[in-house]
């Protein structure tokens, strides 16, 4: 068992649900927090101009996040069953076959988007006064696409493998470098959105190169050799049927809004993308620590039932319900409570006007 693998089928279900979601948790509002940076950040310089392109540019990113999702959810599940299951052959393959569909899936999706990206905005009804930082934005961004997937496919397989701590410190270690970049692209060289584009792949790139040479340093079962890159139809095909819900799901969500996006920018141009945009990063927020136990119940289910443990696997799911039950409640009452603080986080205290209608 490597030193990042941890056997999830035997002690307490409750203590085992904390100690991998806590982490994971915190993973995921570091991610949101690194994704709300350069829209804190461009909006406090730039304004709602800046705000609005991050927002709607961020919109697409996140739809093209979601269609491949549904890999990244199967290849935990698979892997934690062939752990609990002890079979190492079929697990190197699923990593190689995983692995090899997010390249492909990264390469093709690049070249579409930058061949695609203004028709999109188009579609958006994408604010004129917007229009150009938002395509620069979007283009940039999807230039970095090869490190987005590739990070959550070496994210995915640690969850897997029981750990979550290590995706923390390598998404703690990318959002400090987004926030100091952002800062240094938007602030003194004046770069707005395209300043926190770049800042965002640059983080994104960092913390994909420092997960693959943990990986490599701590004899991880895939060498990253191009020999190894390839697909095996079987395990590929259980990849996408265990996965294609969530990803139908996810991409089903973020249809809906773009399609709220479109609508914001026709009916109210600047204020109801900046509202928009601003609902949707702290929504994003609210649903993390929900998330985060779906996350936990692929890892802790896959390997119970991979070691022939269902009711393990049962109870797992319940007591991971009321946990993200709790959790939930917590979060969505400190969002009424402090929604005007909220809101002039992302648009500044310099624009009163706007304050109450996004609200």
């Excluded at 695609?116 to 579609?123: P, R």
């Amino acid at each position: 068992m490597s030193g990042f693998q941890n056997d999830l089928t035997k002690g307490s279900v409750t203590k085992h649900l904390l100690r991998f979601s806590l982490p994971f948790l915190a993973s995921n509002l570091l991610q949101a927090f690194y994704n709300m940076a350069d829209m804190l950040i461009v909006g406090r310089f730039d304004g709602p101009v800046g705000a609005s392109a991050v927002g709607t540019g961020g919109t697409v990113t996140i739809l093209l996040i979601n269609m491949i999702s549904g890999l990244a959810v199967g290849g935990t599940v698979m892997i934690a069953q062939y752990i609990g299951a002890r079979k190492q052959e079929e697990m190197e393959k699923t990593v190689g076959t995983m692995f090899t569909l997010y390249g492909v899936a990264a390469a093709v999706l690049t070249v579409v988007m930058l061949l695609a990206g203004k028709h999109i905005l188009n579609l958006l009804n994408t604010p004129s006064e917007s229009f150009s930082e938002t395509l620069s934005y979007l283009n940039i961004c999807m230039s970095g696409t090869v490190f987005v997937f590739g990070y959550n496919a070496v994210s995915a397989v640690l969850r897997g493998m029981g750990d979550s701590r290590h995706p923390l410190i390598f998404v703690l270690i990318a959002t400090i470098t987004n926030i100091v970049l952002d800062l240094i692209f938007v602030g003194p060289l004046d770069m707005g959105a395209a300043g926190a584009a770049w800042a965002t792949i640059i983080a994104q790139a960092l913390s994909f190169i420092l997960a693959v040479i943990f990986l490599r340093r701590n004899n991880f079962l895939f060498d990253f050799h191009p020999r190894s890159f390839r697909i095996d139809k079987k395990i590929a095909l259980q990849l996408l049927k265990i996965g294609l819900p969530t990803s139908l799901q996810g991409t089903l969500v973020s249809f809906s809004f773009m399609w709220l996006t479109r609508l914001a920018n026709d009916i109210a141009g600047i204020v109801g993308q900046t509202s928009l945009s601003v609902a949707g990063k702290v929504n994003s927020v609210a649903i993390l620590p929900s998330i985060a136990m779906q996350a936990s119940v692929s890892s802790m289910a896959g390997q119970n039932l991979g070691a022939g443990k269902p009711d393990r696997a049962r109870k797992t799911m319940l007591v991971a319900m009321g946990l993200a039950f709790s959790f939930s409640s917590v979060v969505f009452t400190l969002v009424n409570l402090f929604s005007t603080q909220i809101v002039t986080l992302f648009i500044g205290s310099g624009n009163t006007n706007l304050t109450p209608e996004v609200v």
